[in-house]
Protein backbone atom coordinates (compact mmCIF):
# COMPACT_ATOMS: atom_id res chain seq x y z
CA UNK A 1 0.00 0.00 0.00
CA UNK A 2 2.72 2.26 0.94
CA UNK A 3 4.51 1.62 -2.46
CA UNK A 4 1.03 2.65 -4.58
CA UNK A 5 0.51 5.29 -2.26
CA UNK A 6 -3.04 4.27 -1.01
CA UNK A 7 -4.83 3.08 2.14
CA UNK A 8 -6.31 -0.15 3.03
CA UNK A 9 -9.28 0.80 5.19
CA UNK A 10 -10.94 -2.15 7.30
CA UNK A 11 -14.50 -1.77 6.90
CA UNK A 12 -16.53 -2.37 10.44
CA UNK A 13 -18.99 -5.11 9.89
CA UNK A 14 -22.69 -5.89 10.16
CA UNK A 15 -23.64 -8.42 12.98
CA UNK A 16 -26.31 -11.00 12.21
CA UNK A 17 -28.88 -12.88 14.70
CA UNK A 18 -27.95 -16.19 14.41
CA UNK A 19 -24.11 -15.85 14.22
CA UNK A 20 -22.85 -13.54 16.85
CA UNK A 21 -19.26 -12.47 17.18
CA UNK A 22 -18.46 -14.04 13.59
CA UNK A 23 -15.92 -11.66 12.90
CA UNK A 24 -13.64 -8.66 14.95
CA UNK A 25 -14.68 -5.86 13.21
CA UNK A 26 -18.70 -6.31 14.81
CA UNK A 27 -16.28 -4.80 17.47
CA UNK A 28 -15.43 -0.88 17.10
CA UNK A 29 -12.95 -1.32 19.76
CA UNK A 30 -11.33 -4.49 18.79
CA UNK A 31 -10.82 -2.98 15.16
CA UNK A 32 -9.50 0.12 16.64
CA UNK A 33 -6.90 -2.26 18.40
CA UNK A 34 -5.66 -4.14 15.22
CA UNK A 35 -5.08 -0.94 13.51
CA UNK A 36 -3.71 0.37 16.15
CA UNK A 37 -1.04 -2.86 16.57
CA UNK A 38 -0.52 -3.29 13.00
CA UNK A 39 0.76 1.05 13.32
CA UNK A 40 1.27 1.97 9.50
CA UNK A 41 0.26 5.08 8.19
CA UNK A 42 -1.03 2.75 4.89
CA UNK A 43 -3.95 1.08 7.09
CA UNK A 44 -7.09 2.43 8.35
CA UNK A 45 -10.76 1.90 8.82
CA UNK A 46 -13.88 2.45 6.84
CA UNK A 47 -16.16 3.25 9.36
CA UNK A 48 -19.53 2.18 8.11
CA UNK A 49 -22.37 4.19 10.43
CA UNK A 50 -25.23 1.81 9.56
CA UNK A 51 -22.95 -1.16 10.38
CA UNK A 52 -21.64 0.47 13.89
CA UNK A 53 -24.95 1.49 14.65
CA UNK A 54 -26.90 -2.48 14.30
CA UNK A 55 -23.93 -4.12 16.18
CA UNK A 56 -24.18 -1.72 19.28
CA UNK A 57 -27.73 -2.19 19.26
CA UNK A 58 -27.48 -5.95 18.74
CA UNK A 59 -24.58 -6.67 21.54
CA UNK A 60 -25.66 -3.05 23.84
CA UNK A 61 -22.14 -1.85 23.70
CA UNK A 62 -21.71 2.31 23.76
CA UNK A 63 -22.08 3.13 20.02
CA UNK A 64 -20.44 6.58 20.66
CA UNK A 65 -17.29 4.90 22.84
CA UNK A 66 -16.52 2.84 19.53
CA UNK A 67 -16.87 5.83 17.12
CA UNK A 68 -14.39 7.52 19.35
CA UNK A 69 -12.13 4.60 19.83
CA UNK A 70 -11.77 4.26 15.68
CA UNK A 71 -11.92 8.43 15.20
CA UNK A 72 -8.18 8.50 14.84
CA UNK A 73 -8.09 5.62 12.23
CA UNK A 74 -11.39 6.61 10.26
CA UNK A 75 -10.25 6.88 6.35
CA UNK A 76 -13.11 6.18 4.83
CA UNK A 77 -17.53 6.53 5.35
CA UNK A 78 -19.92 5.02 4.60
CA UNK A 79 -23.21 6.60 5.53
CA UNK A 80 -26.59 5.54 5.89
CA UNK A 81 -29.39 4.62 7.85
CA UNK A 82 -31.10 1.78 9.49
CA UNK A 83 -33.78 1.11 12.64
CA UNK A 84 -31.06 -1.18 14.72
CA UNK A 85 -32.42 -4.34 14.47
CA UNK A 86 -30.74 -7.23 12.82
CA UNK A 87 -31.68 -10.13 10.73
CA UNK A 88 -30.53 -13.31 9.93
CA UNK A 89 -27.35 -13.99 7.68
CA UNK A 90 -29.78 -16.32 5.40
CA UNK A 91 -32.70 -13.11 4.97
CA UNK A 92 -31.56 -11.78 1.97
CA UNK A 93 -34.98 -10.34 0.62
CA UNK A 94 -34.56 -7.02 1.33
CA UNK A 95 -38.25 -6.10 0.32
CA UNK A 96 -39.68 -8.50 3.28
CA UNK A 97 -36.39 -7.11 5.18
CA UNK A 98 -37.63 -3.01 4.61
CA UNK A 99 -41.36 -3.93 5.23
CA UNK A 100 -40.32 -4.86 8.59
CA UNK A 101 -37.62 -2.50 9.48
CA UNK A 102 -35.14 -4.90 9.89
CA UNK A 103 -31.08 -5.70 8.33
CA UNK A 104 -29.06 -4.06 6.82
CA UNK A 105 -31.03 -1.14 5.09
CA UNK A 106 -28.73 1.75 3.60
CA UNK A 107 -31.47 3.88 3.67
CA UNK A 108 -30.47 7.42 3.18
CA UNK A 109 -29.70 9.29 6.57
CA UNK A 110 -32.85 11.40 8.35
CA UNK A 111 -35.22 8.01 7.44
CA UNK A 112 -33.90 5.69 10.32
CA UNK A 113 -32.25 5.83 13.67
CA UNK A 114 -28.50 5.76 13.62
CA UNK A 115 -27.84 8.98 15.71
CA UNK A 116 -25.27 10.12 12.80
CA UNK A 117 -25.11 13.84 14.88
CA UNK A 118 -23.71 12.13 17.61
CA UNK A 119 -21.53 9.64 15.55
CA UNK A 120 -19.77 12.47 13.20
CA UNK A 121 -19.61 14.96 16.44
CA UNK A 122 -16.13 12.20 17.55
CA UNK A 123 -15.07 13.02 13.69
CA UNK A 124 -14.09 16.10 13.84
CA UNK A 125 -10.48 15.91 12.54
CA UNK A 126 -12.19 13.69 9.69
CA UNK A 127 -10.23 14.23 6.42
CA UNK A 128 -11.34 11.77 3.72
CA UNK A 129 -14.43 10.80 1.71
CA UNK A 130 -18.02 9.53 2.16
CA UNK A 131 -19.97 7.42 0.33
CA UNK A 132 -23.76 7.61 0.76
CA UNK A 133 -24.29 4.11 0.55
CA UNK A 134 -27.98 3.27 0.07
CA UNK A 135 -29.90 0.60 -2.11
CA UNK A 136 -31.53 1.11 -5.67
CA UNK A 137 -34.88 1.19 -3.77
CA UNK A 138 -34.33 4.50 -1.90
CA UNK A 139 -33.46 6.38 -5.61
CA UNK A 140 -36.48 8.60 -5.32
CA UNK A 141 -34.55 10.09 -2.11
CA UNK A 142 -30.82 10.69 -3.39
CA UNK A 143 -31.57 13.87 -3.37
CA UNK A 144 -32.84 14.19 0.41
CA UNK A 145 -30.06 12.28 1.52
CA UNK A 146 -27.60 14.35 -0.07
CA UNK A 147 -28.88 17.59 1.36
CA UNK A 148 -29.42 15.96 4.72
CA UNK A 149 -25.76 14.59 4.68
CA UNK A 150 -24.58 18.49 3.85
CA UNK A 151 -26.60 19.97 6.44
CA UNK A 152 -25.30 16.75 9.00
CA UNK A 153 -21.87 18.00 8.05
CA UNK A 154 -22.36 21.87 8.53
CA UNK A 155 -23.62 21.09 11.77
CA UNK A 156 -21.04 19.37 12.70
CA UNK A 157 -18.49 21.76 11.37
CA UNK A 158 -16.86 19.09 9.27
CA UNK A 159 -15.57 20.24 5.84
CA UNK A 160 -15.18 18.68 2.65
Given at each position: ?49 GHAY ?107
Amino acid sequence: AAEYGIVIAVENARPYLDASNYCYAESLEELALMVKNINHKHVGITLDTGHAYLAASRYGYDLIAGVQAIAPYVRHIHLHDNFGRCCASWEKKQHELAAMGRGDMHMPIGMGNVPSEKIFACLQHYDGSITLEMRPRYKEHYLLALENARALLHQTAIVM
